[in-house]
């Protein structure tokens, strides 16, 4: 019954998920785990070898992570030119191999997920492992997690195609594969499920694919640790008790950080775009970005090491996925200095990370932005922090602010707040900031709601594509509105002369209308109110005195007996309207269309016996 279920593509996933979808589940899984162990390790050799071995780069590390010693004399000039090579050739391989492998992946990831049935080439596999370690192996900013979005949801991809499966259930395996990919890298199997069903959405979840992400994250876990040990990324204080009081430095903590990611984002898109506008061959604009990183980070190392104590050669987290700066955002570090001047450089690196990473993603470079993501948020995260306890409280601990601003950052520009704080807290291997987390969460999801990341994210499965062929609309294609149409008695419509103050009340009493038609004198429709702007028009009695109600109608969105039911369906979801208003051809009301009614009409196609 559930392959049947699932090959139809009509009614949801049972929870009951056993023989075929479990089986190919397991085998994402592992394959999924496999590929993302090898691409770390295949990073960090690279890593060790260019830059601590060869340049004399000795990088910054979090708690849970392996790093070198660099033995060799620091060279700046090598430093500054391993980003160009390593870009350089990673826009090549792209270029030629697969240009899906650009930049990050979990915007290509999204994309396929929405627009292309869940399909992703083959090719796409070796492609980004080969580019990933390229730009990261050789000095680029960015993360590993991003990457393996895209590896791990391409993997899922090949094995649907290979069992010949459903376009659900390929899609189904796309999400299981970026759960396991992103445990596999970042060693939270819990907070990488819950990544890969709410990654898709800005306000939605990919309801059906939760058990199997939970089943390939855990997979993709135990193969990781199977292989380098189970170890949290991330060391903390031993406990962060809960004290109320401190939710207003929360919630400035919050803002701050929220607007961080603002110009984030902002920036990573500016980038994009200016390099897309360049007169640049494709494969050259990736070397753009390492020239930049490069010309950056050298001159940074140089002059610090030269006016501080900080050794010569010493990363300071720009590099790479950088977790080591958010680790002495954690805990500190014995060259970072304390009181204020602490806070600038915990600042100056989060700018610095900032930069680094727009030009190595927003150049095309096959980096991640989650990993960075994190980091910047640990890092004015810890700067609040360390400024709150010099000006508010000598006993605060910075790291509680580092750890919340991690999970704050992420969650706010990526639209997955509890993701986030469930990885968040799987990284520090604790859950005693869950709650400042929450809170600081949720002021970043709604300080972002324009801010968007992934522009490829739909707002909900109604607005994906995807979803759309499996609310039946090839079935209503050819049904005219007509067919399904009802013309109630009570329909209230308003003339345009009709005040604000004056409708509200006639509102209020017609409960099972949601959308007000305004007629001019001729009885055609000019524009239309519904239920939602007029009680938030409510809120503000003040503004209301004279209002005319045309003032705050948006124009009309009506179909005709004769246009397709599939169409006046897709109008009402992209809308966001419960109902249509059905219109004559001189535009006067006729009656009205809701989705009760396209209901019935889908049942009556579908189900004989209705």
Same mark, same amino acid.
């Given at each position: ?25 397991? +085998? ?12 770390v ?25 392996i ?9 700046p ?20 191999? /697969? ?44 993360g ?25 259930? =390929?899609?189904?395996?796309l ?9 596999? +890298? ?36 135990s +193969? ?62 990736p070397?753009?970005?390492g ?6 980070? +050298? ?6 090491? =030269? ?78 922090? =360390? ?7 000598p ?35 604790s859950?005693?900031?869950l ?56 329909r ?11 409708a ?39 503004a ?43 535009? /006067? ?22």
């Amino acid at each position: 019954m559930l392959y049947r279920a699932l090959v139809s593509g009509g009614e949801q996933l049972e929870l009951q998920l056993v023989g075929r979808v479990l089986f190919h589940t397991a +085998v994402v899984g592992v394959l999924a785990g496999g590929v993302g162990a090898a691409l770390v390790f295949s990073v960090e050799w690279t890593q060790e070898a260019l830059l601590s071995d060869l340049a004399g780069y000795q990088p910054l590390c979090a708690a849970g992570e392996i790093c070198g010693h660099a033995d060799t004399s620091f060279r700046p000039w090598l430093l500054a030119l391993l980003p160009v090579v390593g870009a350089l050739l990673s826009g090549l391989v792209s270029y030629f191999l /697969a240009p899906e492998t650009f930049s990050g992946g979990g915007n290509q990831i999204i994309e396929a997920f929405h627009s292309g049935q869940g399909n992703v080439r083959a090719r796409v596999l070796p492609a980004k492992v080969i580019t990933t370690t390229l730009t990261l192996g050789f000095g680029g900013s960015g993360g590993r997690e991003g990457p393996t979005m895209l590896i791990g949801g391409a993997l899922g991809s090949l094995v649907g195609r290979l069992l010949r499966v459903s376009p659900r259930e =390929r899609r189904i395996l796309l999400v299981a594969g970026v759960a396991a990919g992103v445990s596999a +890298v970042f060693r939270t199997p819990l907070g990488a499920a819950l990544l890969a069903v709410e990654v898709f959405h800005r306000d939605d979840f990919e309801s059906d694919a939760l058990v199997p992400a939970v089943l390939a994250s855990v997979i993709g876990f135990s +193969v990781l640790s199977t292989v380098s040990g189970e170890t949290a990324l991330f060391a903390h204080a031993e406990h962060y008790s809960f004290d109320a009081s401190h939710l207003p430095l929360y919630l400035g903590m919050a803002i701050a950080v929220s607007a961080f990611g603002w110009v984030f984002v902002r920036f990573l898109h500016g980038v994009e775009h200016a390099s897309r506008a360049a007169n640049i061959p494709g494969w050259a604009r990736p070397a753009l970005g390492g020239l930049g990183v490069g010309l950056l980070m +050298v001159p940074v190392l140089w002059i610090l090491a =030269r006016e501080t104590n900080i050794p010569d050669g010493q990363g300071l987290g720009i590099l790479g996925g950088s977790y080591g700066a958010g680790q002495i955002a954690i805990t500190g570090a014995d060259f970072l200095p304390g009181g204020w001047l602490g806070v600038g450089v915990l600042l100056l690196l989060a700018v610095l990370k900032l930069l680094a990473t727009g030009l190595t993603v927003g150049t095309g470079g096959s980096a991640g932005d989650f990993g960075p993501s994190l980091v910047m948020g640990g890092l004015v995260g810890g700067a609040f922090g =360390r400024a709150a306890q010099i000006l508010w409280d000598p006993t605060l601990d910075p790291g509680a602010f580092a750890l919340v601003g991690m999970g704050t950052f992420y969650g706010g520009v990526a639209h997955v707040p509890l993701a986030a704080l469930v990885l968040v807290s799987e990284l520090a291997g604790s859950y005693d900031l869950l709650v400042p987390m929450m809170f600081c969460g949720g002021i970043a999801f709604i300080a972002n709601r324009r801010n968007v990341l992934y522009p490829a994210q739909r707002r909900t499965r109604h607005d994906s594509p995807a979803h759309r062929s499996e609310l039946g609309l090839e079935a209503l294609r050819h049904l005219p509105v007509s067919e399904a149409m009802s013309i109630p008695d009570g329909r209230v419509s308003f003339p345009e002369g009709t005040l604000a103050e004056d409708a509200i009340g006639v509102v209020a009493g017609a409960t099972r209308q949601h959308v007000f038609p305004l007629v001019d004198a001729n009885g055609v429709v000019t524009g239309m109110v519904t239920t939602e702007l007029l009680r938030l028009v409510a809120w503000s009695p003040q503004a209301l005195d004279g209002l005319p109600l045309a003032e705050v109608s948006g124009p009309p969105v009506t179909v005709q007996v004769h246009t397709p039911l599939g169409v006046a369906l897709e109008r009402m979801l992209e809308h966001h309207l419960r109902e249509l208003v059905v219109v004559d051809d001189r535009g /006067a009301p006729l009656g009205v269309l809701d989705e009760t009614d396209v209901a019935r009409a889908h049942q009556r196609l579908t189900d004989p016996n209705a």
